[in-house]
């Protein structure tokens, strides 16, 4: 009886959540297929006509096929590399003693601690003296060794049981092999979420690709889109605002959309253990 | 922390003696042959252009095609333009990018960067190259004076940038609102005691005392309109910071009057919101109906004339003592780079602040066009006819006063903002909320006094 009443009650707290969540959201659609003053003077969510015109405007405003493939070429990079590096460094802070492993850690850690962005004039010059201003390569570098991907893979790693490494060394495994067949497989569930993460997070990006691209062929869609966002010293004009908004993230939505049960999947598995 | 600020005041100052020293010598000696010989060898010059937005809509597209439009009238230079964000995200871009010494050779930032773009030692001052040009002086006399002021900031006595996209505050008003509660239309409120007395007139309640329609908006969470406020209730002078930018009188009568003011509209009369307002959303609310009168930047012409259902008109911001208004918006700086690029960015500054230039971006952008001779030429002449409306900031510049420009911007704004939200949010005393104010930003602008 008890648990049934909690239960509903927590349906009722979740769906309240998802409302509040989904409000603006619902806005923000209902803004981007109006025109502006419809949206002024009309108080009503519901458009009295439903126009495509703001989304004309900002797709006509720039290359998108360059600027989503660039975004596209951007977050797999930084995905792939973050991978590379974290499970090995994630592997050594989880299983390995060495002098200095902590201390290393430690360092490692407090990378977590320092604001993005006391770090953009450091690392402007750095790529800059490596010659990769307005390269694509100059919005991926400074993301590749993420401290908290080594972090959350070092708890997933730990939590693997000595046993598992331990058959595997007795059938002749090297280290390759621990983390191909038994750390990589096992963390599943981290690795996707991870990844999610990551995709979103550099999906999302906008100062630092803006403050070390110049030219538009090597700019992702956020960047290319922002000017619409713009408007200190004019009003905002909000169709425009929405509709370019909807652009930017339509894709990230429809491959949450299509693996939404995967990925809710692999938060719980994470969460679980 | 303290011990680098002195640092940087040392260096600023230093910086700019050497310049000081370094243009002048230019002007007077190495600049002839130095013309001669960027004409002989004709080698390709490439620039980089930054420029924000700062108004909504693809702005970009029409400044790739005026850079288009010069380079293909200047074989010999190649200006490449950089969308970079709004004016915060262009500093920061320049100041970054200043550091690694991998300097862009033009840009637009905002009017009041041009201490801390003096303090990084990052831009050339103009006058060497006014002075070398056969029209110079007609040139930089045909812009509205009060453009000027902000760049001929910092020490010395110098000209650091040149007038490029600017906008004044703006009183909009609603005429059909005006014609119901029996006001004349064509006549906007001139002064403080007016705006009130019309606003009363205009502000309607329904039954249950819910206001429908204020009678005006003005924008508080922002030290731009405020400020024109401040040198409204001064007698002649418009000085609230002082040349260098390392004073601000702030704790004055001036202020006291403003503040009270504001107070008086939204507490005493309560026909503006209690609610401290932000500027993004007035228009907005404008277009609504839910405000007759707003004080709004003249960048949101375009929007407002798109928008309203209504007649509306535009007028000077009223008068306390005096009219007053401080413009804002950006301006070109040269950037220190080597003697054939500042001449060809000279060449391109140039040749964005001609009079046809300029009265283009203003149609294009809703900026006031900078110069006097632009509203002579006939397309813009065609323009103004058309949208009477857009005239009254150019018309309104002869009031303008400088935009408060000092060092360490941003705490001694912060601190001013910090006052107003005080007196209004948390009913602070406005004698105590100023003298706070007021030690705080001598606190933040210690460092750079001499």
Redesign the interface.
Known sequence: MFGRVSKYLLNAILLILGGIWLVPFLWMVSAAFRSSSDLLNNPSWIPAHITLKGFQEVWTSAHFPTLYSNTLWIVTVVLIAQYFIAIMAAYVFARRRFPGSHFLFLICMIQLFIPGGILIVPNYETIFHLGLINTKWAIVLPSFASSFAIFYLRQAFKSIPVELEEAAVMDGAVTWHLLRHVFVPLSVPALTALGIVSVSSHWNDFLWPLLVTNSPSNRPVTVGLALFAQASESAAEWPLITAATLIVICPLMIVFIIFQRKIVESFLHTGIK | MKKNMFKMAGISVLATSMLAGCSNGGAATGTQPEAQKGTETAQKVNL?FYY??????????VMDAYVKSFNDSHPNINV?A??????N?TI??V???V????MPDVAVLSATDVLRLQDIKAIVPLESYVKNDKDGDAYINDFFPGLLSEAKMGQGDHLWAIPYQR?TPLLYFNKEAFKEAGLDPNKAPANWEEFSAYAKKLTKKDASGQVTQWGGMIVENDTWIFQALMMQGMNGDKQVGNQDGTQVKYNTDATKNAINYLLKLAKEDKVIPEKLAN??????DF???KAAMIY??S??L???R??A?FDFGTAFLPAGQQYAVAS??GNLYMFKTNDAKQKATWEFIRWMTSPEQAAKWSTDS??VATRKSSYNVPTFQEYLAKFPQAAVPKDQLQYAGAWLTTHNNADVGKAMQDSIDSVFTAGTPVDQSLADAQSKIDAALKPFKK
């Open positions: 980089k924000p937005v700062a108004v909504a809509g693809p702005l970009t597209k490449e950089v969308y970079s964000g709004d004016y995200q920061t871009k100041q970054a990018a550091k690694s010494g991998d906008s500027g993004g959303t007035l228009p907005a277009v609504a109906g709004n930047s960048g949101s375009a929007f407002i798109d928008n259902k804002g918006g809703g900026y």
